[in-house]
């Protein structure tokens, strides 16, 4: 056990400058004097990696496995230029028309420093990647990014804060106008989908959740992001009812929680989630629960608990009488 708290510790200095996750234990690269995980190995050694951007979809792990169909010589570099934002006619260069608009692979990044205002829900199409780094970029406004019935998704190096919740609505989507239903304030939204890696982004202060995967969606990895100033953080899982995300896999690896977050780190319904190597430093209600006999395998976490809660998780009894962790 002593060992185990001991490789923890190591890589929470790097997390704290680097946000980064090694599901492989055995697995570091040392890099500059500094033991990296094996994602961030996997690319931060390369000092032309600017030139190489697609590199980083080989260096993903867990469910979400390597994006290898993001990559390849048929795929669209696309640069945003634009941080304006037209939810029913997307402009050229802004990034609702390249992560909506264009079809096939593409590879989003971004020309300078900026700050995006949704007007509303941004769909993101399958096959895209968006590529945060080099640039400090920020996303608000109206329930910020869905990944809608969307495959092969790759986002990175964003910060997403202050999404609200928005009544029933039309976007353009990747085939033309869709009819939205009321949305709540989620920075990340998964639904039904599939095959999609959400890495090294900051999700703070938004409306309802950071980060809902729901309705079917699997094959996901969530790592090296910092998850900070919420209440309700991760949910796994559509609905006690919704049978159909019993198929559901997560990989939650080292991520960062806290300060100020309150439950649901994640919060688990049917479906199987490895939560490994994450960070917790402080919570108020409980760090990670789950309900509707989900299956959790929960490794190699640190948890700095607080003074006036120090318990994971909470367990309370439902209705028919049975256990069941929230």
């Not at 997390?15 to 055995?26: E, T």
């Not at 230029?81 to 096939?104: E, H």
């Not at 950071?210 to 992001?225: E, P």
Request: net charge positive; proline share 4%.
């Amino acid at each position: 056990m002593a060992s185990q708290y001991c490789f923890v510790l190591v890589n929470v200095i790097i997390l704290l400058c680097s946000l980064g996750p090694n599901l492989s234990l055995a697995k570091e690269t040392k890099v500059h004097g500094l033991k990296m995980n094996a994602i961030d190995g996997c690319w931060r050694w390369n000092p032309n990696w600017r030139s190489n951007r697609q590199q980083l979809a080989m260096c993903s792990v867990g469910f979400a496995g390597k994006m290898s169909n993001n990559i390849g010589k048929d795929v669209i570099n696309y640069e945003v230029t634009d941080p304006s934002d037209n939810a029913l006619n997307p402009q050229p260069g802004t990034l609702r028309y390249g992560a909506t608009m264009i079809k096939g692979k593409k590879w989003i990044t971004f020309q300078r420093d900026m700050k995006i205002k949704l007007e509303k829900p941004l769909l993101v199409s399958s096959f895209t990647a968006i590529d945060g780094r080099g640039a400090n970029v920020h996303i608000q406004g109206n329930a910020c990014l869905r990944v809608f019935k969307a495959t092969n998704v790759i986002i990175h190096g964003l910060r997403i804060h202050h999404c609200k919740s928005q009544p029933p609505t039309t976007v353009m989507g990747p085939n033309g106008i869709v009819s939205l239903g009321a949305v709540d304030g989620d920075a990340i939204r998964l639904v039904t989908a599939s095959k999609v890696w959400i890495d090294h982004n900051t999700l703070y202060e938004c409306e309802d959740g950071l980060l809902d995967v729901t309705r079917g969606s699997t094959d996901v990895t969530v790592s090296n992001n910092w998850f900070r100033n919420q209440d309700k953080v991760m949910l796994l899982g559509h609905d006690d009812g919704f049978l159909r995300d019993k198929n559901m896999k997560v990989t939650v690896v080292y991520n960062h929680f806290g300060p100020l977050c309150n439950q649901r780190m994640p919060r688990i319904r049917h479906g199987y989630a490895h939560v490994v190597n994450n960070l917790y430093r402080e919570w108020t209600q409980y760090a990670i629960g789950g309900s509707m006999n989900p299956s959790v395998k929960s490794e190699a976490n640190l948890f700095i608990a607080p003074k006036q809660n120090k318990e994971v998780s909470l367990q309370e009894l439902s209705n028919a009488g049975h256990k069941r962790y929230m």
